[in-house]
């Protein structure tokens, strides 16, 4: 985050103006030629974010305080190098606040021209409206989150643009183009190729700390694959994927991966997924799951049971992949009961075991294991719902306990009101450590005419105790207001008289 200048933190509200007009020209039906048309929704959103940061700070070695060979400076843990004369140490920041406006423009147009061809899009624009940091990508003023044309036949399909891929080797993200050819019923082949976009960034499980922008960077990369996939039997699915990026100039490879895909629908209610993949960079296997569902009698829910293999994945352009990274295994099984209604209720319990890290450990032992509990039920009855959940996760460095509490209230036919309500504590990585945070927020949803939307709210997050020195301040407030316009007409609905 960047401190801005004391002159440009007023909110400047006028920068936002030509997203809202956007906005509302799109609301204006327009006559489109005959077969032609687009179909979407153009949404407004502004975010406010007020928070306490850590910062960096320095002190003269000759004020810091050493007890038992560790270094303090009034009560905070610093950093003393020797030979430096400063030490340092991190401490909490003065409160900021950031206020960003997004205009996002999704839909589908077709009618091009050109029996088949249509366009699919998600466009979005930002703008930072002032406060004492710069939000996170509101440099970066426009987007193309997706971008594609679409040629489609009765047996094959081209795609060009901006596109994104989700398969067994997770999300792709590519500028290039796809064609996929289905010569009959029970087969389907794809290939696809051309700039690679980075992926996304690992996030918190729990709301209040994820980021509060999605990135999508680019990088000087091509990214080429192929799948197929087959139903050899009804009820039965396998799908091959090989996929390989390298850099622009071929300097070398970034990753080169490979996946299977099993879906089946067993005798009696049985229903099996499975999926492996393979890492030939490293030349080893990464991420593999096998799950049984099974539905229960007189249509009282059902029960999963899953086989899990994780190995964290890293591309050969960093050298995190070649430490051998210790995979862990799991075993979990989760219900969802539907028999008492109004009321859906689950739980789930899992237990995960880690590899041998193979590395001498100073110290006291460190588990290898950890177990996952979660409860849940959801209450709807008429006007009134009410969602409640429970999760705890119990292991070295990655504790989570939270809970969510929500009640909704449909006051009136286009207006809903909710209250909602979070406790957490969360110490994946040692963030929170061991406080408590508490949160709460109410939020608004009202249908416009015209078919608009707007839904607004506002969260604030309080830790009870105090935190040990250099500890972030989870102390935050989060407030949003999201217009919502939906554009044009469904092509198969008819006009009544």
Same mark, same amino acid.
């Given at each position: 985050?960047?401190?801005?200048?004391?002159?440009?933190?007023?909110?400047?509200?006028?920068?936002?103006?030509?997203?809202?007009?956007?906005?509302?020209?799109?609301?204006?039906?327009?006559?489109?030629?005959?077969?032609?048309?687009?179909?979407?929704?153009a949404?407004?959103?502004?975010?406010?974010?007020?928070?306490?940061?850590?910062?960096?700070?320095?002190?003269?070695?000759?004020?810091?305080?050493?007890?038992?060979?560790?270094?303090?400076?009034?009560?905070?843990?610093?950093?003393?190098?020797?030979?430096?004369?400063?030490?340092?140490?991190?401490?909490p920041?003065?409160?900021?606040?950031?206020?960003?406006?997004?205009?996002?423009?999704?839909?589908?147009?077709?009618?091009?021209?050109?029996?088949?061809?249509?366009?699919?899009?998600?466009?979005?624009?930002?703008?930072?409206l002032?406060g004492?940091?710069?939000?996170?990508?509101?440099?970066?003023?426009?987007?193309?989150?997706?971008?594609?044309?679409?040629?489609?036949?009765?047996?094959?399909?081209?795609?060009?643009?901006?596109?994104?891929?989700?398969?067994?080797?997770?999300?792709?993200?590519?500028?290039?183009?796809?064609?996929?050819v289905?010569?009959?019923?029970?087969?389907?082949?794809?290939?696809?190729?051309?700039?690679?976009?980075?992926?996304?960034?690992?996030?918190?499980?729990?709301?209040?700390?994820?980021?509060?922008?999605?990135?999508?960077?680019?990088?000087?990369?091509?990214?080429?694959?192929a799948?197929?996939?087959?139903?050899?039997?009804?009820?039965?699915?396998?799908?091959?994927?090989?996929?390989?990026?390298?850099?622009?100039?071929?300097? &070398?490879?970034?990753?080169?991966?490979?996946? /299977?895909? +099993? $879906?089946?629908?067993?005798?009696?209610? #049985?229903? =099996?997924? %499975?999926?492996?993949?393979?890492?030939?960079?490293?030349?080893?296997?990464?991420k593999?799951?096998?799950?049984?569902?099974?539905?229960?009698?007189?249509?009282?829910?059902?029960?999963?049971?899953t086989?899990?293999r994780?190995?964290?994945?890293?591309?050969?352009?960093?050298i995190?992949?070649?430490?051998?990274?210790?995979?862990?295994?799991?075993?979990?099984?989760?219900?969802?009961?539907?028999?008492v209604?109004?009321?859906?209720?689950?739980?789930?319990?899992?237990?995960?075991?880690?590899?041998?890290?193979?590395?001498?450990?100073i110290?006291?032992?460190?588990?290898?294991?950890?177990?996952?509990?979660?409860?849940?039920?959801?209450?709807?009855?008429?006007?009134?719902?009410?969602?409640?959940?429970?999760?705890?996760?119990?292991?070295? &460095?990655?504790?989570?306990?939270?809970?969510? /509490?929500? +009640? $909704?209230?449909q006051?009136?036919?286009? #207006?809903? =009101?909710? %209250?909602?309500?979070?406790?957490?504590?969360?110490i994946?990585?040692?963030?929170?450590?061991?406080?408590?945070?508490?949160?709460?927020?109410?939020?608004?949803?009202?249908?416009?005419?015209?078919?608009?939307?707007?839904?607004?709210?506002?969260d604030?997050?309080?830790?009870?105790?105090?935190?040990?020195?250099?500890?972030?301040?989870?102390?935050?407030?989060?407030?949003?207001?999201?217009?919502?316009?939906?554009?044009?007409?469904?092509?198969?609905?008819?006009?009544?008289?």
């Amino acid at each position: 985050m960047t401190n801005r200048a004391p002159e440009q933190r007023a909110v400047r509200f006028g920068r936002a103006a030509p997203l809202l007009a956007l906005t509302l020209v799109l609301a204006v039906p327009a006559d489109p030629l005959p077969a032609q048309g687009a179909r979407g929704n153009a949404t407004t959103t502004v975010r406010y974010v007020s928070m306490r940061p850590i910062e960096r700070d320095s002190v003269p070695r000759a004020a810091v305080q050493e007890v038992d060979g560790e270094f303090f400076f009034n009560g905070f843990p610093v950093q003393c190098i020797p030979g430096v004369p400063q030490c340092f140490f991190f401490r909490p920041a003065d409160v900021i606040d950031g206020v960003v406006a997004m205009q996002d423009i999704s839909g589908t147009a077709w009618g091009l021209g050109v029996q088949g061809l249509s366009a699919t899009y998600m466009i979005r624009a930002r703008t930072n409206l002032g406060g004492d940091f710069v939000w996170p990508q509101s440099d970066n003023a426009f987007d193309a989150i997706l971008a594609y044309a679409q040629y489609q036949r009765s047996i094959y399909r081209v795609r060009a643009g901006r596109q994104r891929i989700m398969s067994g080797l997770g999300f792709s993200g590519f500028d290039g183009l796809e064609l996929m050819v289905a010569p009959a019923p029970w087969v389907r082949a794809e290939a696809y190729g051309g700039r690679s976009l980075a992926r996304g960034l690992h996030e918190p499980r729990h709301e209040a700390l994820r980021g509060i922008e999605p990135f999508i960077f680019d990088q000087n990369a091509y990214l080429g694959g192929a799948s197929v996939q087959f139903t050899p039997v009804t009820g039965t699915s396998v799908g091959l994927r090989y996929q390989r990026e390298i850099w622009a100039n071929r300097i &070398g490879l970034i990753s080169e991966r490979a996946s /299977l895909d +099993v $879906r089946s629908d067993l005798p009696g209610p #049985l229903r =099996l997924d %499975a999926t492996v993949d393979y890492d030939g960079g490293f030349n080893r296997i990464g991420k593999s799951h096998l799950t049984l569902r099974s539905t229960l009698p007189d249509g009282w829910g059902w029960v999963e049971l899953t086989g899990r293999r994780y190995l964290p994945y890293f591309e050969m352009s960093t050298i995190w992949g070649f430490f051998s990274p210790t995979p862990y295994h799991e075993a979990e099984v989760r219900t969802t009961i539907r028999a008492v209604q109004p009321v859906t209720a689950w739980a789930s319990a899992g237990w995960r075991k880690y590899g041998d890290p193979e590395i001498a450990i100073i110290g006291p032992p460190i588990t290898d294991e950890s177990t996952r509990l979660g409860v849940g039920a959801r209450w709807i009855d008429g006007d009134f719902s009410a969602f409640g959940e429970y999760r705890l996760e119990l292991g070295f &460095g990655a504790v989570l306990n939270s809970g969510d /509490l929500e +009640v $909704r209230w449909q006051a009136m036919p286009g #207006l809903a =009101l909710s %209250a909602r309500g979070s406790a957490f504590q969360q110490i994946e990585q040692f963030r929170v450590g061991d406080n408590i945070v508490l949160g709460g927020g109410l939020a608004a949803d009202v249908a416009l005419p015209g078919g608009l939307r707007l839904r607004s709210g506002a969260d604030v997050y309080r830790q009870r105790y105090e935190n040990r020195p250099s500890q972030a301040d989870w102390n935050q407030v989060r407030a949003y207001t999201i217009l919502t316009v939906p554009y044009g007409r469904d092509p198969g609905a008819r006009l009544r008289p």
